[in-house]
């Protein structure tokens, strides 16, 4: 039998595409709409069903200006709708001055029960401002890691310099843009198995990064 799981996409103004789009390649792999095209051979004990979430009824305009038409609002979850999978993607709008207030109340309240809370780059700073990181291990943007460290000093997060992306239980955090791809993998990789991610790792041509294979912590002096 194969288990459907719930995957929400959280998107906001001024979002890095990459971000969410970087392992939401690998993972719409084992989305109903592609196993239905039969691109995907290997049968999947899980498969992943995606829905597109924003802050307000206009399209996305993302930090490169690409414009995103998304599923649903953050109002028009339902009270008593969980999502077994939260994605939380980085960017400029994720400043703690103008990251949205929905996006905050959303993560709040659905990751306490989600299997899997995965975030990309700054979106691990959204998951420190929802106040989820709290005594976890985690990574993030490392442009950013300094600044973000000092700012949620009080929260006692185990943040990892060198590390493409860092898991810690059900919490699954990246560095910027680019390692989402590798967290991506390694993350169908767990849930899946090696057979499959390996197959989707040979469509997308995506040269593997093990965790501590990242070359920017001495990029930015922090190792
Ligand atoms: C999201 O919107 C797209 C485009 O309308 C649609 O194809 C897809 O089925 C929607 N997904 C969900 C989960 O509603
Ligand atoms: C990474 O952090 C830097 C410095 O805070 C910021 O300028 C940049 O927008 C961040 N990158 C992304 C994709 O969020």
Partial sequence: MTIT??????????VAVLDFAGPMELLSFISPKILASGLMTYETPYTIEPVYLSVSKEPVVSASGMVIVHN???DEVKADEQFDILLVPGGLGTD????PKALLDF???QAPNAKYVLAVCTGSEVLAHAG???????TTNKSSFNRIKEHYAAQKIEWVPKARWVVDGRFWTSSGVTAGADMGYAFLEQLVGHDIANFVRGIVELSIHKEGDDEFAEFYGLV
Avoid: I, N
């Fill in 5 to 14: 799981l719930s995957l929400a996409v959280c998107l906001f103004p001024d």
């Fill in 132 to 138: 989820l990181l709290a005594g976890k291990r985690a």
């Fill in 72 to 74: 649903r609002t953050y």
């Fill in 96 to 99: 703690p001055e103008v990251c």
């Fill in 107 to 109: 993560l709040q309240k």
